[in-house]
């Protein structure tokens, strides 16, 4: 209750009173839940109303500040890695300018590389705020400040491809383990196409994070109250239709990764 008052009174402290009751209400309106994510993690959260269950809340990824998939949750794990993911929509842009790049080159590339893509003057590149086909979003830099969605991407000139996978191949070869093959796989989706820019996939930092909601517990009212509740009522036909709508998406999900690692140990057992 304390750490809700404070934070709201911080809330009401930014905007007007008339909306208040919609971005800032009383604590008599919401309910405690107890749940369990995908990850075994037990977290206890809030909901306007003892009808609404947390499977049907969304919840703020504030680091990209973008809503989260409903039934999704942040429950950081430093062993859980970033997967790429397709983009399947483009959003904001913005433009961020930087000085010219210093002649020295940094500890994570050789003079030879960062000769090829030093900045030696002041330069400005367009971000764009993508959506990505797990729900997610993230952000990506254009190819050059007039590029728009729909464009086609830039790509390397059929002379250089060959180039490219040749050196990519022996670097691999001379150093097996500088990169893990989540990235090699990247590169070589990207070869594949003639690598584009922007490209069609993007790292999704959030997934490391994101952990779907699969149980959960009635706590109660955030403030008790005075007498016994009558029993909730019988939920609607939209109410049942939505909650069947999405345990089917649910299922679908845990379909999908029980396939994933299936063909995981499938490829594992050929090799």
Request: glycine share 4%; net charge negative.
């Amino acid at each position: 209750m304390r750490e809700y008052q404070k934070a709201n009174a911080e809330r009401r402290s930014r905007i007007p009173a008339a909306l208040w009751a919609f971005l800032a209400p009383d604590p008599e309106e919401f309910y405690r839940w107890r749940v369990q994510l995908e990850c075994g993690c037990i977290a206890e959260v809030m909901t306007h109303g003892s009808e609404r269950l947390p499977g049907e809340q969304r919840w703020c990824d504030a680091i990209h500040k973008a809503w989260l998939p409903a039934g999704q949750m942040l429950c950081p794990h430093e062993d859980s890695p970033s997967p790429y993911r397709d983009i399947v929509e483009w959003g904001e842009r913005r433009e961020v300018s930087f000085p010219a790049d210093p002649v020295e080159p940094p500890d994570w590339t050789d003079a030879k590389t960062w000769a090829a893509i030093r900045h030696d003057e002041t330069h400005t590149s367009a971000f764009w705020v993508v959506t990505l086909s797990c729900g997610h979003c993230a952000e990506v830099i254009a190819p050059n400040l007039k590029w728009k969605p729909g464009d086609p991407p830039k790509r390397a000139s059929p002379k250089r491809l060959p180039e490219m996978k040749a050196s990519f191949e022996e670097y691999w070869a001379s150093h097996p383990d500088d990169e893990d093959e989540r990235e090699r796989e990247h590169t070589r989706r990207m070869l594949a196409e003639g690598w584009p820019c922007p490209a069609p996939e993007q790292l999704c930092h959030t997934c490391t994070f994101a952990q779907w909601i699969v149980a959960y517990q009635r706590v109660g009212w955030l403030v008790p109250r005075k007498s016994e509740p009558n029993p909730p009522k019988s939920p609607s036909r939209a109410i049942l239709q939505r909650r069947l709508r999405q345990a089917e998406t649910e299922a679908k999900q845990l379909r999908e990764q029980l396939a994933e690692l299936d063909e995981g140990d499938a490829s594992a057992e050929n090799s």
